[in-house]
């Protein structure tokens, strides 16, 4: 019984460490890498080139890599992250019901089957610009890769233009 309350207790506590952290700590913001290198490289913290991930025909459009395996750590000593936010900087169908999927694993399509993606949808106004969107992503190991696709209602094509926010934990 002693021991089941000690893991309940240590259980909690690191909890509410990864809260306080995720709460408390610096947020990065990554776009697309200057010079990109295969699946290692593809976002950099130095660069204003966001993302582009474009619809299918009124359906998904391809997965486009967002992070590489090297891009996490950030911070020196990091060993976890979450995606936090993504900021909408243009899209290419205003006034549309936009939907985007966020996965975190080896590809897109691997992470989505094993259910570790998170989704939005938005609509944006066509004069708007720079739209701050909260992500629910679960943690992950530095150097997991991250993927996004998009889907506009009716669309054939739609591209979403974003730059990509993360949280990262040293536990």
């Given at each position: 019984m002693?021991?089941?309350?000690?893991?309940?207790?240590?259980?909690?506590?690191?909890e509410v460490?990864?809260?306080?952290?995720?709460?408390h700590?610096?947020?990065?913001?990554?776009?697309?890498?200057?010079?990109?290198?295969?699946?290692t490289?593809?976002?950099?913290?130095?660069?204003?080139v966001?993302?582009?991930?474009?619809?299918?025909?009124?359906?998904?459009?391809?997965?486009?890599?967002?992070?590489?395996?090297?891009?996490?750590?950030?911070?020196?000593?990091?060993?976890r992250?979450?995606?936090h936010?993504?900021?909408?900087?243009?899209?290419?169908?205003?006034?549309?019901?936009t939907?985007?999927?966020v996965?975190?694993?080896?590809?897109?399509?691997?992470?989505?089957?094993?259910?570790?993606?998170?989704?939005?949808?938005?609509?944006?106004?066509?004069?708007?610009?720079?739209?701050?969107?909260?992500?629910?992503?679960m943690?992950?190991?530095?150097?997991?890769?991250?993927?996004a696709?998009?889907?506009?209602?009716?669309?054939?094509?739609?591209?979403?233009?974003?730059?990509?926010?993360?949280?990262?934990?040293?536990?």
């Amino acid at each position: 019984m002693t021991t089941t309350i000690i893991n309940g207790v240590d259980a909690i506590v690191r909890e509410v460490e990864i809260v306080e952290t995720h709460l408390h700590s610096r947020e990065v913001w990554l776009a697309a890498a200057a010079v990109p290198v295969g699946e290692t490289h593809v976002a950099d913290v130095d660069t204003m080139v966001a993302f582009v991930a474009d619809a299918g025909n009124d359906t998904w459009g391809n997965w486009l890599q967002i992070l590489g395996s090297s891009d996490t750590p950030v911070a020196t000593g990091m060993v976890r992250f979450d995606t936090h936010r993504v900021v909408v900087s243009a899209v290419e169908r205003a006034n549309s019901e936009t939907r985007v999927q966020v996965a975190l694993g080896t590809s897109g399509a691997a992470a989505f089957a094993a259910g570790i993606f998170t989704e939005l949808v938005f609509s944006v106004p066509a004069n708007a610009r720079n739209i701050p969107i909260d992500l629910r992503s679960m943690l992950v190991l530095a150097g997991t890769k991250a993927w996004a696709r998009v889907w506009v209602d009716g669309q054939d094509t739609g591209t979403v233009t974003f730059f990509l926010g993360i949280h990262e934990y040293n536990q």
